[in-house]
């Protein structure tokens, strides 16, 4: 193959994949009645998890003896459909996204049948296995019909909870009732009524995909209550003790010592760890608040609500929940990422207080050095005529006995106007001995210094 169509080959392999649609085919399966559960799970581990997700749902396609050409299966989707014997059709859905993941399980009497209840699926031999993977985020139990709405007596016995909320969604004939409060077997529950006229396979798709991905978002943010009331309290605490850090270090630091001044930063450091520590978590956790909120209200928005007489609308549920969470979330962050930075803009006042009091101690002590360089240069001027003096005298002593010795042998008239003459020559010569000696000293260190530098191994 050519080099050049190998890059077009994994271009158009992208670009096929990107708008693949897999989840297609499925509606070719769906039909009303239909008795829908749905379940969602957060993955603490979303990289290792999604993976195992995916064979545990080859697993579960095993376990309903789903054969192979009714299934698919791709990375994060797959779906597979049975049917039974007596006309019923199971369809197993399941889905992984970045950070939960989820099935759809679809059971669709056979055409003889006209109903459906709420409860456990009635698919012939039909038990879901129970699930360890992540936290359970939601459970849905979702029926589609094609009659007209039930009365407000009977939803009021079918649907647990105080109030009952209902709107028409996507067209006139299309309608949902809930009460948003879990039954026995915490399942929320869902009567939606489509029409006859609106019974087609994709939009039975279109409502349940809606209504989970609502409920599963609103429950997402929801999750992070209890993470983000503690949160409050923590960073209100450290705010607190910053401030009166602030106010004591603000007040000090113009006549603070080194000790205080490491003192305080050591505290401060402190601090600032265990507000990033807080930061990381939280970010982790509450990063994806923002997207999560939009998709609620993108999707509340694609259904094009309408009100449905005797019943509260369904959105006012939803967006009491979730009205100003996701803002609150962003709220916390930036309220730690100024405490962060509040704590690292003191960390470096008092660091650039310390390199102050540093310079200061390295420029007294250079002062100290040259004054001792100068006393050390005036003692050393000092000694050597010190040495002159006393070399002069020492060889003046001994000229004076060679004076004498050669009076005493008639060679010489007076010794001590010798003695006297050769006293100034004796100085001369002192000076000359001293300086001849200062310049071999100097010649000699001076060239073993580089000896010994060449002498040294290679490191």
Known sequence: MDQSEAPQAGTDAMLRKLHERPQIPLTDWL??????????????????????????FQSLLGAFKIPAKTSVLRETFGY??????????LIVVWQAHTEYYNYQLWHLPSPGKSEVTFGPLTFPLYHFPATSLGTEVCRLDILLTAEALPSRERMRSLLPGPVLYGSRILDE??????????????WERYWVTVGLSRSNPSHLKDIVDAIVRIETYYHLLLMQKPLFSAAIDQVYKFEQVHLKQREIIS???SHADSQALQRWLNSLTQDLLKTNRIAGKLHFELSASLPYDKIVHATLGSLAEKPLESYRPFSDYVLS????????????????????????????????????????????????????????AILQHTV?????????????????????GLQEMGWLGNANIAAAVFVPIAIGLAFAITTVSK???????SGEQ???????PDQ
């Open 251 to 253: 007040g000090h630091i």
């Open 384 to 404: 050597e005529g010190l040495s002159v003096i006393v070399i002069a005298y020492y060889v003046a002593g001994l000229g004076g006995y060679i004076f004498k």
């Open 450 to 456: 580089p000896l010994q530098e060449a002498g040294k």
């Open 173 to 186: 004939e299309t309608s949902l009732v809930t009460s948003f409060t879990p039954d026995e077997q915490a």
């Open 439 to 445: 310049k071999y000293l100097h010649k000699k260190w």
């Open 321 to 376: 929940g979730i009205t100003g969470v996701a803002e609150g979330y962003q709220q916390l962050l930036k309220r730690i990422e100024t405490l962060q930075g509040g704590f690292e803009g003191i960390i470096s006042i008092i660091r650039a207080r310390v390199d102050l009091i540093l310079e200061a101690q390295n420029l007294a002590l250079l002062q100290s050095v040259d004054k001792t360089t100068k006393s050390q």
């Open 80 to 89: 597979g459909v049975r049917e039974a014997d007596n006309g019923d059709r």
């Open 31 to 56: 039909r009303t009645p239909a008795h829908v559960h749905y379940k969602a799970f957060r993955m603490a581990d979303p990289p290792t998890q999604r993976p195992a997700s995916r064979l545990e």
